[in-house]
């Protein structure tokens, strides 16, 4: 269901790391893992930790081009702008763990620990 590859691009001088789902209509869950979970980690994952503990009913996080909001069950994950494609829902747990890997896979990205294996494909 979320089959992904995981890719290395260079803009400018550098080299950064995306990933890219099988399924075209994960866009936003895409563009929200690579753009603003790249920015703001701590955050999101406080957030995500807060619902699926309890701590809080409900999950909402907002960045520059994606949202996530829903419950300790389910998340809703949007585009700003709904032109740019369909929202994704998906288990809340499912979502958090989606985060932790993006965040271990760019902590292996920036220490070098994924040249020569990129591109990395991930199949659940």
Known sequence: MFTRKYISFKVG???????????EELGALQDFLSSETHNFAPHIVKELDNVLSRRKADLYFSGNMSFVEGDRRTALVGFAYEEL???VVLPTATLKELVDEWIEMEDKFKKGELDGKLPLVIED
């Open 85 to 87: 494609g369909p929202d």
């Open 13 to 23: 001088n550098t080299m950064d790391l995306t990933v890219a789902f099988e399924n």
